[in-house]
């Protein structure tokens, strides 16, 4: 070994720092493992063990230490290698425990709880406490834990070579593995007839089948909870207000709608019917939107669909109830309404997350077929509500999640399932970071295409892995939804994600405008995708691909890619297809950037969020949604940021600086930067940038 | 002649509509406190019968009305444009901001839906200020004209 020039090497330590090499420490570290099995060493053998030792250069410590154990092994020192092993690991354990220490301390420190979590900053978390840290800590052991499953069914699968080429695209940030925190399938969109027949025995709960209105609002909450507690991410209950219309109808009469003035109640309280819904509405919103133990104190993330007359008979023609009872649109059209306009209001009370509300309507012509529904809608959006919008010019898709477009596969009704086409959802989502692989392509002189096909080949085998896993996991018994048909395995979809589609066109210096060159590398791209979510597709194995919503993984992605020395053009990357900071791009082109021909190629969706600093009249929101129609943009929302006054709680739907009540200037936005609305005080510290960066369009 | 400087569709100008707003150049107007004092100048593309038609052709249906912010350099002109709208686009309504308080002599409004008059003055508020000097007037359906201002003080219906 070196020993003339030795003070002038650097070594690296585990911190990255550097340190000149000094041998006394790897003698002492010798004599210290012979002294351990009781015994002294001689010079000679240190000698002799120090010539095995090459010290090179900015080496690593761990690395010198390899070379030490391996020393010892060859010169047969056998009992004080296992020694010296021994304590190596000794304080490998105890530097693990004091990093979760220091992160246990900076998490406490931190402003909120999304800036403080380490692994999931979406998370959809008001305050931190104990509870929240709680759930923090075991997350890093999720994530070997998954990656270990994956890779070992990889292996399995498809050999070393594709196992290990997966950890190193995902260590590299070409793959993103979302929720890896979690060991639950994503999110699903459930039916809920399953409950309706046999209460949730069959899901491991205690709650019999609903017979009434009110054992329907307690139990479809436990049910809610117990289906979420199994996902990683949301539950839909698509049915949610047909179910409710049903029990409503039981108690008062299938044509309640038409007096619901009439008092029900005889207490003093003297309740109409009116009331008598709305309490109901409140007992179930306010329920779901507790943070949840089970969830590490996050609410559960819960959606629901309202539907035009058209979608409803296309859905539920063939639906009966248990008692041969059908659905009833007259009814359920007024409950709809009442419940959107009982929840708008109700949203200037409290800040209330959930449910996601969708509304589905099929277009014709450029415009909503069902004009009530078209009219209704505009008119909600002019009234300050905040809710998505899902055109299809035919029933054969539907997205009742808050982001997630799902094509239906049958509409037929099954006595033991209910509506085919309600059930759906993604077993899992894995990320592809566009822009890293499209600069990395540039930077190896290769053409991104090509290396594009190995990324996206690489994804759709690892997650016919995590497939497969899945199923394991439901041969053991472990997945109870899917057994008693809450979700149907085989409409679940395997969903790869992308992100980075617009810095990734910008670092081929292609301008983010309705133009020929951007739509082919849209197209491109997508399509791609595309071509191997068919190629890959079986009987029993769908794929989607989505443009996520990227809540965190858009601001890791925009760090690690400028760590590496990639161009970064901002700290979080759009989750859209225009630059959210463009002001250049009005309402119109913004429509178009999410139009049929860029989404084209999107199977699972992507959601427009509409940035507005003020809101629209009636006839303006008819107007856009007759331009998203015609555009063939899907799936959209406008969003103007609520403001909520910090010194006396009022919460008003415009954007205003100063509270109207009691004029203090110390106020926050609730805003949907993500799927749902949130004060953005509690995004994490990159997302509050970016809410602050977005640019709202102003109405001038 | 008229030029524009830029263009951008708008919600606020013109109550209900979706409209594409034409800044127009060569402000001749020199209201104190201006908000763009850079369309004094000489900037732009000229708006010619080709221009419009390509602008609106990129806008299509979206669009249901067209305002022209300014032009007061020569009204004779925005008529003959509007003209050439109502004749090519009837789907689309025609606006036009002036910041004239009256309208000019022998000037032909047919074939305009909304016209503002009236200058900016700082003291007294844009539109949207109820003590504004700014009018707005929508034409009726008996040919018309209604003062349509007190729409801007409306507060959304949901408060």
Redesign the interface.
């Given at each position: 070994m070196p020993t003339t020039n030795q003070r002038d090497i650097l070594i690296t330590k585990r911190d990255g720092k550097k340190e000149v090499f000094s041998i006394e420490k790897i003698e002492h570290a010798i004599t210290k493992a012979f002294l351990s099995v009781g015994s002294f060493v001689a010079p000679d053998t240190i000698t002799n063990l120090l010539s095995r030792i090459c010290i090179k250069k900015d080496m690593q410590v761990e690395e010198i230490q390899n070379q030490i154990e391996e020393a010892l092994m060859a010169e047969r020192y056998f009992k004080v290698a296992k020694a010296y092993m021994l304590y190596r690991q000794k304080h490998f354990e105890d530097r693990a425990t004091r990093d979760k220490l220091t992160f246990l301390m900076n998490y406490c420190k931190a402003n909120n709880a999304a800036t403080g979590s380490k692994y999931d900053a979406n998370a959809n978390v008001e305050n931190k406490n104990i509870a929240t840290l709680i759930g923090e800590l075991p997350k890093q052991n999720f994530i070997s834990l998954n990656r270990r499953l994956l890779t070992d069914r990889l292996k399995k699968m498809y050999g070393k070579e594709v196992s290990e080429q997966y950890i190193n695209r995902l260590n590299q940030h070409f793959l993103y593995k979302n929720d890896e925190t979690s060991l639950a399938n994503y999110c699903a969109s459930i039916t809920m007839y399953p409950w309706l027949i046999s209460g949730t025995a069959s899901i491991g709960g205690n709650s019999t089948v609903p017979t009434n209105l009110k054992s329907f609002c307690g139990g479809f909450i436990n049910m809610v909870f117990m289906v979420s507690s199994m996902l990683s991410g949301a539950c839909a209950t698509p049915e949610f207000l047909m179910y409710m219309n049903y029990f409503i109808g039981k108690e008062y009469g299938n044509d309640y709608y038409t007096h619901t003035k009439d008092i029900v109640d005889l207490s003093k309280k003297k309740r109409t019917i009116d009331k008598m819904i709305t309490d109901c509405f409140e007992q179930i919103v306010y329920s779901i939107n507790q943070p949840t133990g089970a969830r590490n104190f996050q609410a559960v993330f819960w959606n629901i669909s309202y539907y035009d007359k058209y979608y409803f008979e296309s859905l539920f023609e063939n639906f009966m109830f248990p008692d041969g009872n059908k659905p009833d649109w007259s009814s359920l059209n007024w409950l709809q309404k009442r419940f959107m306009r009982w929840f708008n209001q109700e949203r200037t009370r409290a800040v209330l997350t959930f449910p996601v509300e969708t509304m589905a309507m099929l277009t014709e012509n450029g415009e909503p077929k069902d004009k009530e529904y078209g009219d209704f809608t505009a008119q909600m959006y002019a009234e300050g509500h905040s809710f998505f919008t899902y055109l299809s010019d035919s029933p054969d898709s539907l997205s009742s999640c808050c982001r997630l477009r799902n094509e239906i596969q049958d509409n037929e009704f099954s006595y033991t399932l209910g509506a085919g086409g309600v059930s759906t959802g993604s077993k899992s989502v894995l990320t592809i970071n566009l822009n890293r692989c499209i600069q990395y392509a540039k930077r190896t002189d290769q053409s991104y295409m090509t290396f594009l096909e190995e990324i996206v080949d690489l994804a759709h085998k690892a997650q016919l892995a995590y497939d497969e896993n899945l199923k394991e996991l439901q041969k053991s018994g472990m997945l109870p939804l899917f057994d008693t048909g809450y979700i149907n395995m085989s409409r679940q979809y395997l969903t790869i994600g992308v992100n980075g589609l617009v810095e990734a066109a910008e670092a081929l210096d292609i301008k983010i405008n309705d133009n020929p060159a951007y739509l082919t590398f849209v197209q491109n791209v997508l399509g791609l995708i595309e071509s191997y979510n068919k190629k890959y597709r079986t009987k029993e194995t769908m794929f989607n691909c989505e443009m996520i919503p990227a809540e965190n993984v858009g601001v890791k992605h925009a760090k690690w890619d400028l760590e590496e020395g990639y161009k970064v053009l901002r700290n979080c990357y759009n989750s859209y297809f225009y630059i959210v900071e463009d002001e250049s791009l009005n309402i119109i082109d913004k429509f178009r950037l999410h139009g049929a021909k860029y989404i084209k190629h999107l199977t699972g969706g992507s959601a427009l969020h509409m940035n507005l600093t003020e809101h629209l009249s009636k006839a303006q929101y008819k107007q856009l949604i007759k331009v998203a129609a015609t555009e063939g943009c899907n799936y959209f929302t406008f969003n103007i940021p609520n403001t909520i006054c910090n010194d006396c709680g009022t919460i008003d739907k415009r954007y205003l600086h100063e509270c109207p009540v009691c004029k203090s200037t110390n106020v926050d936005y609730l805003t949907r930067v993500i799927g749902y609305m949130k004060r953005i005080s509690n995004f994490s510290i990159p997302r509050q940038e970016e809410a602050q960066r977005r640019y709202y369009d102003k109405m001038r | 002649m008229i030029k524009c400087a830029s263009y951008?569709?708008?919600?606020?100008?013109i109550?209900?509509?979706?409209t594409l707003a034409l800044n127009l150049s060569l402000c001749p107007n020199r209201c104190l406190g201006c908000h763009s004092p850079n369309l004094r100048e000489d900037i732009g593309e000229i708006v010619d019968e080709t221009l419009l038609t390509n602008l609106i052709n990129q806008?299509?249906?979206?669009?249901?009305c067209l305002c022209f912010m300014g032009g007061d350099n020569d009204p004779l002109l925005l008529s003959q444009l509007a003209h050439f709208i109502k004749q090519n686009f009837a789907h689309l309504k025609v606006g036009w901001y002036s910041g004239r308080s009256k309208r000019p002599e022998r000037f032909e409004d047919a074939d305009f839906d909304y016209i503002k008059l009236g200058p900016y003055k700082k003291e007294l508020g844009p539109l949207d200020k109820s003590t504004t000097n700014q009018r707005l007037y929508e034409k009726q359906v008996d040919k018309s004209w209604k003062d349509i201002t007190s729409q801007f003080w409306v507060l959304?219906?949901?408060?």
């Open positions: - | 951008d569709v708008v919600f606020r100008e109550p209900n509509e979706v806008y299509g249906k979206a669009i249901t959304p219906s949901f408060l």
